[in-house]
């Protein structure tokens, strides 16, 4: 059974930074592609940043240079470093793990940002 428990979010002021993790179950960063989307409250869910099983990288426009994705070595644990924060990242932030078969999600957890 695959189980993905994201944690770190939480309350802070712009220009802040916040750490996300995605501690996955039943599945492994190595044979799937790691991904953090968000949803913010009237807009659709997209996609923030993403690792591949090779390890590359990919960013939404909107977050290069202040976001950086990441695993850890036994490639169970993906994280998501958020720095410089803005108020338009509120959002609830997912994490996702792609297989070849099929998608998982993480049930999500709550970034806001203050002006």
């Known amino acids: 059974q695959v189980q993905l428990v994201e944690s770190g979010g939480g309350l802070v002021q712009a220009g802040g930074s916040l750490r996300l993790s995605c501690a996955a179950s039943?599945?492994?960063?190595?044979?799937?592609?790691g991904g953090w989307y968000r949803q913010a409250p009237g807009k659709q869910r997209e996609l923030v940043a993403q690792?591949?099983?090779?390890?590359?990288?990919t960013y939404v426009d909107s977050v290069k240079g202040r976001f950086t994705i990441s695993r850890n070595n036994l490639k169970t644990t993906v994280y998501l470093q958020m720095n410089s924060l803005k108020p338009e990242d509120t959002a609830i932030y997912y994490c996702?793990?792609?297989?070849?078969?099929?998608?998982?999600w993480g049930q999500g957890t709550q970034v806001t940002v203050s002006s």
């Open positions: 690792i591949t099983r090779d390890g590359s990288t």
């Open positions: 996702n793990a792609a297989s070849t078969t099929r998608a998982y």
């Open positions: 039943g599945i492994r960063f190595s044979n799937s592609n």
